[in-house]
Nanobody, 119 residues
Framework: VQLQASGGGLVQAGGFLRLSCAAS????????MGWFRQAPGKEREFVAS????????FYADSVKGRFTISRDNDKNTVALQMNSLKPEDTAVYYC?????????????WGPGTLVTVSS
């Protein structure tokens, strides 16, 4: 599966952004999807994941209650709605996919999209 994220940009603290990831290839609904991020000078970290059907989601503590992951298996897309953004959310965000576990070392990655939150 090939992944392409979009929707990044510059936003003020307290604002919101919606990231989208489009997947090409077959059987999108057989992949667990996830979002990761990498801030300047830091390691890449897990942000959120969503199960094949979309019925189960999982979030990092740092974004719980502010970010929402969703997917549309008919359109082969996964989204990350980010509300109440903080400067520490500034990072390059990556979309990822795996057929088994996405929270650690997913198999497929897309190029990142930069999110900058100004204070």
């Amino acid at each position: 599966v090939q992944l392409q994220a979009s929707g990044g940009g510059l936003v003020q603290a307290g604002g919101f952004l919606r990231l989208s990831c489009a997947a090409s290839g077959r059987a999108f609904s057989t992949y667990i999807m996830g979002w990761f991020r990498q801030a300047p000078g830091k390691e890449r970290e897990f942000v959120a994941s969503i199960s094949w059907s979309g019925g189960s989601t999982f979030y990092a503590d740092s974004v719980k209650g502010r970010f929402t992951i969703s997917r549309d298996n008919d359109k082969n897309t996964v989204a990350l709605q980010m509300n109440s953004l903080k400067p520490e959310d500034t990072a390059v965000y990556y979309c990822a996919a795996d057929r088994r576990v996405v929270t650690t070392s997913p198999t497929y990655w897309g190029p990142g999209t930069l999110v900058t939150v100004s204070s």
